[in-house]
């Protein structure tokens, strides 16, 4: 099956400090993932990990420093210069609910904004009917919506509202980042049991940014792991967060609070160095806190190695025993 | 195990605000009662806007205006004797504070002078409680305390803007717990952290608890930090305390509906079964429905429940839910 989105060695760095004192801090290195039709991709990690920056560079509002992003078999200068043929294919979800939208600015005046500039319909009532339609989508209703503003709605409804928005140009591709972080603890699976609906009844594609692996286990399909601008793990979710194979994954994975009071954490973690040592490492940025450090991680990057369909980063699995499984 | 420590009585406490001379009243805390025992990690749970830090200003006696105490009472149990604490000086308040009930506010970010290094604050704590210490004394034990909980003493000399939020985190449950308080009162001391750090930071408050064998109320809407931590959990919703039951139970055979929403919406690993949030939105604090704050939402609503608030009942010796279901259950098993 041809990917809708391709991503390949992209990187970014960024230059912090003055002039005297420089550091170049590689946000994003080396990262290749695709995304496959009617699927949903989570990229996770925690802060600081580079994955809103890889979400930011693959909708344009940043350079890479290298790379290629592959949509539909164009690649990205190609893109740039088709704004709307690219935001027609994808379009992007953000944390913040209430930052979406203007306080000042009735709600479906965007709706009839997007409408006008992707020529999505000739008169109002069939905007009106469109945008119905795609609302019903969300669970909501233009007569709902309309002539209201957005503190009139709950964090809840305005991320719908923002993904029916999304939905108006049928993209095939959602780009999320955190979607649900800021949405009440109630309301927060009815988005992400409607991402899992769009997939379903529509086909629609999401890259699922997140740092709620919870979330992301329940949602997507497959996962990649995020780790101070590289991915030490990306596989299937069944495998990547039931049976993780990185030491980074294992830590994650066990850090997620059960929510089981018999399941209590017995163990202590070692807390990180301050990020900026992290990503300015020689070899596995990991090593500083890996349980299972050796020599090598501190001097050599770990190459990507598969195992089955996973793909690890780490010295752990030596590169002969990609052939023999 | 009955040796409270901290009660409240019909507490109430309301937002009064006047809006171009209309009065608009918030019922952040409506009707809480609430008993914490010695030694325990009590929970409050709720989500954004149910009245869980309203409830904690209350329960630290911070009531400034435009929040107001409309009724009821709390009381500390200093040494056996019950403490009402509206009834408090503002320099008995002081007194109280940080040697006998300690807060730590919600968002670290903003606990610390930015301008000054963290041994000046830890200074500040010191010399203003207790007293009679010189400079170096104190911060030999703010030394001594930060050594005790793993802490890198080099964080002293830091600005806070130098530490990282994990870290800023830990600093303020340290100097919370500087003074050996009896209560520490935390707001959602692991929110915007990451989940790694987030582990540390609960493994610290856990710390602190054991070694002071004190009381902790922890507010936080993360139901698996609960988990983790606590001991009992009250569940919130609008402003009233839904349901009160051990942690086991809370998660083990929840009974009010909104408790039951808010435990069988969470996601697990290995179970990708469907989770379903619960239908509705929450009300808003300033414009209640009559009756159960919950009916609206509720898919077992009775016609009750439109009109009355459920009164507390017990279920069990330690599990307490407002709900009319629990009536008609028992009306059911008793006829």
């Given at each position: 099956m041809q990917a809708l989105l391709e991503v390949n060695h992209l990187t970014k760095t960024f230059t912090l400090g003055n002039i005297i004192s420089r550091v170049r801090i590689t946000a994003v290195d080396n990262i290749s993932f695709h995304i496959k039709p009617a699927e949903i991709f989570a990229l996770a990690g925690e802060s600081g990990c580079g994955k809103s920056t890889t979400a930011r560079i693959i909708l344009g509002f940043e350079e890479p420093t290298s790379g290629e992003i592959i949509h539909k078999g164009k690649r990205d200068e190609k893109q740039r210069n088709e704004k709307v043929w690219f935001t027609q294919g994808i379009q992007a979800i953000f944390q913040d609910p209430f930052g979406?939208?203007?306080?000042?600015?009735?709600?479906?005046r965007y709706f009839f904004e997007t409408v006008q500039q992707y020529k999505l319909a000739e008169t109002k009532e069939d905007a009106v009917k469109l945008i119905d339609r795609k609302l019903q989508a969300v669970g909501l209703s233009y007569a709902e919506l309309a002539?209201?503003?957005?503190?009139?709605?709950?964090g809840g409804q305005l991320q719908r509202i923002s993904i029916a928005r999304a939905l108006l140009t049928d993209p095939i591709l959602m780009i999320a980042d955190e979607p649900v972080s800021m949405v009440d603890a109630s309301l927060r699976m009815s988005i992400v049991n409607l991402f899992k609906k769009l997939k379903e009844d529509l086909g629609v594609s999401v890259l699922y940014i997140t740092h709620d692996l919870a979330t992301a286990y329940y949602v997507s399909d497959r996962i990649a792991i995020m780790f101070r601008g590289n991915i030490v793990e990306e596989g299937p979710v069944e495998q990547v967060l039931i049976?993780?194979?990185h030491p980074y994954t294992k830590l994650l994975r066990e850090s997620?609070?059960?929510?089981?009071?018999?399941?209590?954490?017995r163990e202590t973690v070692n807390l990180s160095d301050t990020e900026q040592e992290e990503y300015l490492r020689?070899?596995?940025?990991f090593a500083g806190r890996c349980p299972l450090v050796m020599d090598i991680c501190k001097d050599v990057v770990p190459e990507d190695i598969y195992i089955e369909d996973v793909l690890v980063k780490c010295h752990l699995y030596p590169e002969d025993s990609q052939d023999a499984s | 195990m009955t040796n409270p420590i901290l009660r409240t009585e019909q507490l109430k406490a309301f937002y009064v605000l006047d809006i171009h001379g209309e009065q608009k009243v918030v019922k952040a805390v409506n009707q809480v009662d609430l008993e914490i025992q010695e030694n325990e990690v009590y929970g409050i749970a709720g989500e954004s806007g149910c009245g869980k830090t309203t409830l904690l200003k209350a329960l630290y006696g911070a009531i400034e205006p435009p929040l107001r105490l409309i009724g009821g009472k709390v009381f500390y149990f200093v040494d056996g004797l019950g403490l009402d604490v509206s009834s408090l000086g503002i320099e008995e308040k002081r007194k109280l504070r940080w040697e006998y009930v300690s807060y730590v506010p919600q968002g670290a970010m903003s606990v610390f002078n930015p301008v000054i290094r963290i041994k000046e604050t830890f200074w500040d704590f010191i010399n203003s409680h207790g007293g009679g210490k010189t400079r170096d004394e104190s911060f030999e034990i703010a030394r001594g305390q930060l050594h005790e909980l793993g802490l890198?003493?080099?964080?002293?000399?830091?600005?806070?803007?130098?530490?990282s939020g994990g870290m800023r985190q830990r600093v303020t449950i340290a100097l919370a717990a500087l003074l050996k308080p009896r209560i520490i009162i935390c707001d959602e001391p692991t929110t915007a952290l990451d989940v790694v750090v987030q582990r540390g930071v609960v493994q610290m408050l856990k710390d602190v608890q054991a070694k002071l064998q004190n009381s902790i109320i922890l507010v936080t809407h993360d139901m698996g930090v609960q988990a983790n931590v606590a001991d009992r959990i009250a569940i919130m919703y609008a402003g009233k305390i839904v349901e009160e039951a051990s942690a086991e139970t809370i998660f083990g055979s929840p009974f009010h509906p909104y408790t039951q929403y808010l435990i069988n919406s969470l996601p697990k690993f290995g179970d990708k079964s469907t989770r379903e949030s619960a239908p509705g939105n929450p009300p808003s604090l300033s414009d209640l429905p009559p009756g159960c704050p919950f009916h609206v939402r509720c898919p077992y609503v009775l016609e009750i429940c439109k009109e009355q608030m459920p009164a507390t009942s017990k279920l069990e010796v330690n599990h307490k839910v407002a709900c009319w279901l629990v009536e008609e259950r028992q009306d059911a098993s008793s006829s």
């Amino acid at each position: 099956m041809q990917a809708l989105l391709e991503v390949n060695h992209l990187t970014k760095t960024f230059t912090l400090g003055n002039i005297i004192s420089r550091v170049r801090i590689t946000a994003v290195d080396n990262i290749s993932f695709h995304i496959k039709p009617a699927e949903i991709f989570a990229l996770a990690g925690e802060s600081g990990c580079g994955k809103s920056t890889t979400a930011r560079i693959i909708l344009g509002f940043e350079e890479p420093t290298s790379g290629e992003i592959i949509h539909k078999g164009k690649r990205d200068e190609k893109q740039r210069n088709e704004k709307v043929w690219f935001t027609q294919g994808i379009q992007a979800i953000f944390q913040d609910p209430f930052g979406t939208f203007n306080p000042l600015r009735i709600v479906d005046r965007y709706f009839f904004e997007t409408v006008q500039q992707y020529k999505l319909a000739e008169t109002k009532e069939d905007a009106v009917k469109l945008i119905d339609r795609k609302l019903q989508a969300v669970g909501l209703s233009y007569a709902e919506l309309a002539g209201r503003y957005p503190s009139e709605f709950s964090g809840g409804q305005l991320q719908r509202i923002s993904i029916a928005r999304a939905l108006l140009t049928d993209p095939i591709l959602m780009i999320a980042d955190e979607p649900v972080s800021m949405v009440d603890a109630s309301l927060r699976m009815s988005i992400v049991n409607l991402f899992k609906k769009l997939k379903e009844d529509l086909g629609v594609s999401v890259l699922y940014i997140t740092h709620d692996l919870a979330t992301a286990y329940y949602v997507s399909d497959r996962i990649a792991i995020m780790f101070r601008g590289n991915i030490v793990e990306e596989g299937p979710v069944e495998q990547v967060l039931i049976h993780p194979k990185h030491p980074y994954t294992k830590l994650l994975r066990e850090s997620i609070p059960e929510v089981d009071p018999n399941m209590r954490w017995r163990e202590t973690v070692n807390l990180s160095d301050t990020e900026q040592e992290e990503y300015l490492r020689k070899g596995c940025k990991f090593a500083g806190r890996c349980p299972l450090v050796m020599d090598i991680c501190k001097d050599v990057v770990p190459e990507d190695i598969y195992i089955e369909d996973v793909l690890v980063k780490c010295h752990l699995y030596p590169e002969d025993s990609q052939d023999a499984s | 195990m009955t040796n409270p420590i901290l009660r409240t009585e019909q507490l109430k406490a309301f937002y009064v605000l006047d809006i171009h001379g209309e009065q608009k009243v918030v019922k952040a805390v409506n009707q809480v009662d609430l008993e914490i025992q010695e030694n325990e990690v009590y929970g409050i749970a709720g989500e954004s806007g149910c009245g869980k830090t309203t409830l904690l200003k209350a329960l630290y006696g911070a009531i400034e205006p435009p929040l107001r105490l409309i009724g009821g009472k709390v009381f500390y149990f200093v040494d056996g004797l019950g403490l009402d604490v509206s009834s408090l000086g503002i320099e008995e308040k002081r007194k109280l504070r940080w040697e006998y009930v300690s807060y730590v506010p919600q968002g670290a970010m903003s606990v610390f002078n930015p301008v000054i290094r963290i041994k000046e604050t830890f200074w500040d704590f010191i010399n203003s409680h207790g007293g009679g210490k010189t400079r170096d004394e104190s911060f030999e034990i703010a030394r001594g305390q930060l050594h005790e909980l793993g802490l890198p003493v080099e964080i002293l000399d830091a600005y806070p803007h130098q530490l990282s939020g994990g870290m800023r985190q830990r600093v303020t449950i340290a100097l919370a717990a500087l003074l050996k308080p009896r209560i520490i009162i935390c707001d959602e001391p692991t929110t915007a952290l990451d989940v790694v750090v987030q582990r540390g930071v609960v493994q610290m408050l856990k710390d602190v608890q054991a070694k002071l064998q004190n009381s902790i109320i922890l507010v936080t809407h993360d139901m698996g930090v609960q988990a983790n931590v606590a001991d009992r959990i009250a569940i919130m919703y609008a402003g009233k305390i839904v349901e009160e039951a051990s942690a086991e139970t809370i998660f083990g055979s929840p009974f009010h509906p909104y408790t039951q929403y808010l435990i069988n919406s969470l996601p697990k690993f290995g179970d990708k079964s469907t989770r379903e949030s619960a239908p509705g939105n929450p009300p808003s604090l300033s414009d209640l429905p009559p009756g159960c704050p919950f009916h609206v939402r509720c898919p077992y609503v009775l016609e009750i429940c439109k009109e009355q608030m459920p009164a507390t009942s017990k279920l069990e010796v330690n599990h307490k839910v407002a709900c009319w279901l629990v009536e008609e259950r028992q009306d059911a098993s008793s006829s």
